[in-house]
Nanobody, 131 residues
Framework: HVQLVESGGGLVQPGGSLRLSCAAS????????MAWFRQAPGKEREGVAN???????AYGDSVKGRFTISKDNAKNTLYLQMNGLKSEDTAMYFC??????????????????????????WGQGTQVTVS
């Protein structure tokens, strides 16, 4: 039973920083693509960043240069370091996982183009409010 549990959300002033965590358990996939999505009220769920088992990453255009995705394999935990936060970053942030590589072997693109439908497993979300 795959379980993803997010934490670390909260209220922060514009320009501030937060680090989100996603504790993962219950899977033994040899290859897993993990990602962060976000959803603001009245808007579609938006891809933020993803990370492959080998550490390769991709980012949504709106967060490039401000957010960093990382993981601690020993702790089975995915992180999202968010710096330079803006009011438009306010949203519920979700961790997601899918048992496959994130990227095609021949691809060099580092833009996050996947959709929520590409991920089978989801956490319950953690709220980030920038105000």
């Amino acid at each position: 039973h795959v379980q993803l549990v997010e934490s670390g959300g909260g209220l922060v002033q514009p320009g501030g920083s937060l680090r989100l965590s996603c504790a993962a358990s219950g899977y033994t996939f040899s290859s897993v693509c993990m990602a962060w999505f976000r959803q603001a009220p009245g808007k579609e769920r938006e891809g933020v960043a993803n990370m492959d088992s080998d550490g390769r990453t991709a980012y949504g255009d709106s967060v490039k240069g401000r957010f960093t995705i990382s993981k601690d394999n020993a702790k089975n935990t995915l992180y999202l370091q968010m710096n330079g936060l803006k009011s438009e970053d306010t949203a519920m942030y979700f961790c997601a996982a899918d048992p496959r590589p994130c990227f095609d072997p021949g691809s060099s693109d580092n833009s996050f183009v996947e959709t929520p439908g590409d991920y089978a497993y989801w956490g319950q979300g953690t709220q980030v409010t920038v105000s």
